[in-house]
């Protein structure tokens, strides 16, 4: 048994054995089965399938919604698809079903920007993951489709928002890199080779342009659209062009990673763990990052939960990726720490309101969003807790499968 496997089978163990009452063992599916039950009573509430939760602002404990055309429409689907994955509640099946379905729209309209992998990738993606629908299936090679028309030959990147070309030129946002997943998917499943090489190509330009010298990552670049040069790095939900957005890094983390797990080419990964150890080298001793690793307001800046359950999955993504067993044990156990954080009482919401997390911060220099719940940390959340159910149930099986 290999070193990491053996010190996750301790655990497991250590687990299963009675716990001193002043150091609780903490749970993946015990924070699961309670999210799924605020889940179920959240639900109690809606009535309407075509509006989509997005936020909730101070002194409120109730969700405020958004239309289908938001870039946040796919989360709350993609929150009660995990619900369901981790409950076999059919009840749940069944809502998430319902509000998948609005979303189809997104696919077979003309593209407004990057965020469709949000939209249909998080929904139809995670529903068609779990069930195998065949509906679901054509749904998101339409939407493949649709932001590949986005794609610039001569830059080699997506157009991430076409509304500002005018003040970027050919824009891509590292936020993209995430839609990307799609593209890849679509790829295999009867979309053709250019969409994988579209969504290759762009993760390329992006490693080159958007990754700065010291491993932290730029928000935007611009691109001549006519001669693909790079123009600028700016920053549009940062605090400075050259400040360090904790997002924005988790977003690069994550989908760097992926992009190697879908192409193979080791500098996608190689760019991954730089990114993810910046990220670790100066994050806050409480583990949990400011909303922008460079705001002069530290300590009295806000925090970004979110983030923080962005950088849980793209780590357990990255342990699941790399072969050395140090590695894997490193970023496994950064990915369960920040968990166990966003699981404490100063992150989950409990009874406070229908969120599952507190302390996320959406756009702060449009005073948007600041310090309340966000839809998407829920759903990269209940992702995190997902994908560590799943890890330590495959070290439970391997173990036992090893004694027989």
Not at 37 to 58: A, W
Not at 189 to 199: E, F, H, K, S, T
Request: charged letters at 25%; a negative charge; glycine letters at 6%.
């Amino acid at each position: 048994m290999s070193k990491f496997f053996l010190m996750l089978t301790i655990v497991l163990i250590v687990s299963c054995s009675p716990a001193k009452k002043e150091v609780p063992v903490f749970s993946a599916q015990e924070m699961l089965d309670e999210s799924v039950i605020k889940t179920k009573t959240t639900l109690e509430s809606l009535t309407v399938k075509d509006s989509f939760l997005r936020n909730i602002p101070k002194n409120q404990t109730n969700w405020e919604f958004v239309g289908v055309n938001d870039w946040c429409s796919g989360f709350w689907p993609g929150v009660l698809w995990y619900a369901y994955e981790a409950s076999n509640d059919a009840s749940l099946k069944k809502e998430a079903e319902a509000f998948t379905a609005p979303i189809k729209t997104i696919a077979y309209n003309s593209a407004r920007n990057h965020d469709i992998g949000f939209m249909v990738y998080c929904s139809f993606g995670n529903g068609y993951r779990i069930t195998g629908n065949p509906e679901y299936k054509e749904v998101l090679l339409s939407a493949a489709d649709t932001l590949a028309t986005l794609y610039n030959d001569q830059v080699g990147s997506i157009l991430s928002w076409p509304e500002k070309r005018e003040e970027y030129s050919h824009n891509t946002i590292i936020d993209n890199m995430m839609n990307l997943e799609l593209l890849f998917w679509a790829a295999k499943n009867g979309g053709g080779q250019r969409l994988y090489d579209i969504a290759t190509s762009h993760a390329e330009v992006t490693m080159k342009n958007l990754v700065r010298p010291d491993n932290s990552l730029y928000h935007l670049g611009s691109f001549d659209e006519e001669t693909g040069k790079f123009l600028k790095g700016y920053t549009h939900q940062g605090y400075a062009d050259e400040s360090m957005w904790a997002r924005g890094q988790t977003w690069g983390i994550y989908g760097f990673a992926m992009a190697y797990r879908e192409t193979g080419k080791k500098e996608f990964l190689e760019t991954s763990i730089k990114l993810a150890d910046h990220y670790l080298e100066r994050l806050p001793e409480d583990g949990i990052p400011y909303w922008d690793f460079d705001d002069p307001k530290i300590p009295e800046a806000p925090k970004d939960a979110s983030a923080a359950a962005i950088a849980a999955c793209g780590m357990l993504e990255i342990a699941n990726l790399v072969k050395d067993d140090q590695l894997k044990e490193k970023y496994t156990n950064e990915a369960i720490k920040f968990i166990k954080i966003l699981s404490s009482e100063e992150y989950y919401s409990g009874a406070k309101n229908q969120a599952l997390l507190l302390h996320s911060t959406g756009h702060y220099p449009k005073n948007s969003e600041i310090d309340i719940p966000i839809i998407y940390a829920d759903y990269y959340y209940m992702e995190a807790l997902v994908r560590l159910k799943k890890l330590e149930e495959a070290t439970a099986a391997k173990a036992l499968a090893e004694k027989k």
